[in-house]
């Protein structure tokens, strides 16, 4: 079994792997740590084992230059032969961009025994210190250089880098401060259900015997239908936390018609002040093939080209495309427009739900415009992503 642990702090991570070994007290832990190399092409990635048995912690305690997901696919394969029922906890540092890094891990290259025939994987556990969590989903003017699926940085807002990584758990453990910090905890316990509604959030603080933190080392069922890979299709069905809790609340959007871009553009400052976090993909007229994916954090919007929709008789697409997304594609199919659509969660304080449906509603296109048709559209001012552009901008 493969367990895996990240944190936005170095003590929130301690603390998350502390709980897994009260949880299973023989796993091996191998920690992980990467660093840029200027001077080359590939980073320095460090590997520190402990726990397990002792013969494997010499062989791992080292490091070595060349692509994280392929240095470690190498460790944990090395690992499986020679303990095939071994518990491996794989602790990530705070600058891998989780769910890309995981899709490279365990993919398979060719001529190689796939991961997965030796693992099954435990929940993605990420220790979050709350006071760090509210700074960073502020911090919009500085960058932030993570690791993902190939072996350079790219580079986030920390806005952007503390948003995913949450998003990328099953569970999350909050780490609790003193009496004076009760405000601040609940409201990102508040904020951390509506980042990722179907994680499991669990507080430091609370005792807990072996028993109940079984959930942290259980394999997890929904790997087996949905790898890592799948969970990175940009078209990916809308996730929500109903109501209010601690003035923290979700708006889901949503429009069969293409948007307007000049009108989007001018609708965003009305819209944009309260989000903490957005996430989903637009259908925009001026690029109406194009799948645009919408991110923000913070203060920080990015639209960005992510694919083409899904055709009508596009059999090698559909074939790539991953089981949930034919599936949504086949639920939302329209007889002439396919699969296309705007969809968007909206993640914030006092956002306005109708304020901020009435102000999106206003962008697309109307009737009219809509008769148009798709020719007509690509020549609409686009002060978002340029007009007939491929490239992503803003």
């Known amino acids: 079994m493969l367990g895996l642990v990240s944190g936005n702090t170095p003590e929130a991570r301690g603390r998350v792997l502390d709980l897994l070994r009260r949880a299973s007290p023989d796993a ?73 890094f995981l899709a490279e891990l365990w993919r398979t290259p060719l001529g190689r025994t796939p991961l997965s025939d030796h693992y099954d994987l435990a929940p993605l556990v990420v220790g979050v210190d709350p006071g760090r969590l509210l700074s960073d989903l502020r911090c919009v003017h500085r960058a932030a250089h993570i690791f993902g699926d190939h072996p350079h940085t790219v580079p986030f807002t920390l806005a952007e880098a503390a948003a995913r990584q949450v998003e990328a758990a099953q569970v999350m453990v909050l780490r609790e401060g003193g009496a004076e910090d009760d405000g601040r905890l609940e409201g990102s316990r508040a904020l951390l259900a509506h980042l990722n509604p179907s994680a499991m959030i669990l507080l430091d603080g609370e005792e807990r015997d072996s028993a109940s933190l079984t959930p942290l080392t259980r394999p997890d069922s929904g790997w087996a239908a949905a790898g890592p890979a799948d969970r990175l299709d940009v078209i990916a069905p809308a996730i929500r936390r109903r109501g209010i809790d601690r003035g923290v609340a979700s708006v889901l959007w949503r429009s069969r018609r293409p948007l307007h871009p000049q009108r989007l553009a001018e609708c965003l400052p009305r819209i944009m002040p309260a989000v903490v976090r957005s996430r989903g993909h637009l259908w925009v007229a001026t690029h109406p093939d194009a799948v645009i994916s919408w991110r923000s954090a913070g203060r920080h919007l990015e639209l960005r080209q992510a694919g083409s929709w899904l055709e009508d008789g596009d059999t090698g697409a559909w074939r790539a495309a991953s089981p949930e997304r034919r599936t949504l594609a086949s639920w939302h199919w329209h007889d002439y427009y396919g699969e296309r659509r705007n969809e968007i969660v909206f993640t914030g304080a006092e956002l306005g739900e109708e304020r901020l449906r009435a102000a999106l509603d206003t962008a697309v296109l109307d009737d009219r415009e809509l008769a148009l048709g798709a020719d007509h559209w690509t020549c609409l001012p686009d002060p978002l992503l340029g007009t007939g552009t491929q490239g992503p901008e803003g």
């Open 28 to 100: 091996l832990v191998l920690s992980v740590s990467v660093h840029g190399d200027e001077a080359g092409p590939y980073p320095f990635v460090q590997r520190f084992a402990a726990g397990g048995d002792g013969r494997w912690r010499a062989s791992l305690s080292q490091a070595a230059t060349g692509d994280p997901a392929v240095i470690i696919r190498q460790d944990l394969g090395a690992i499986a032969r020679a303990a095939p029922c071994s518990h491996v906890v794989l602790a990530l540092p705070d600058n891998m961009d989780t769910l890309p």
